[in-house]
């Protein structure tokens, strides 16, 4: 008797993917002082999950990533040249003055 052929089974979406990110958006929302609009804060954290975090497969520390990820794309654009528009201070827990 011969072995079964291996088949490849149904994609699986890497656990990254699966993650909640209600909380993420949530507290980026409370640092950013409401200055961001929460679609936007979504979209920002859909992208950063797709193209960096995509094939992570340990995620217990992916929302601190994306916390951060989000907070310097939010105030400084995706290139890091201030089109995001944001003070500095927000976001950073300084205090704003």
């Not at 149904?10 to 929460?38: F, I, N, R, Y």
């Amino acid at each position: 008797m011969q072995p079964e052929p291996v088949r490849a089974g149904p994609a699986v979406a890497p656990p990254a993917m699966a993650l909640e990110l209600g909380p993420v958006v949530t507290k980026l929302s409370t640092s950013l002082g409401g200055a961001v609009p929460v679609e936007r804060i979504e979209q920002v954290l859909r992208d950063l999950l797709e193209q960096e975090f995509s094939e992570a497969r340990v995620t217990s520390f992916l929302p601190i990533f994306l916390h951060r990820y989000a907070i310097e794309t939010l105030r400084h654009g995706p290139t890091g040249d201030a089109q995001g528009g944001l003070p500095a201070a927000i976001g950073t827990g300084r205090a704003h003055g």
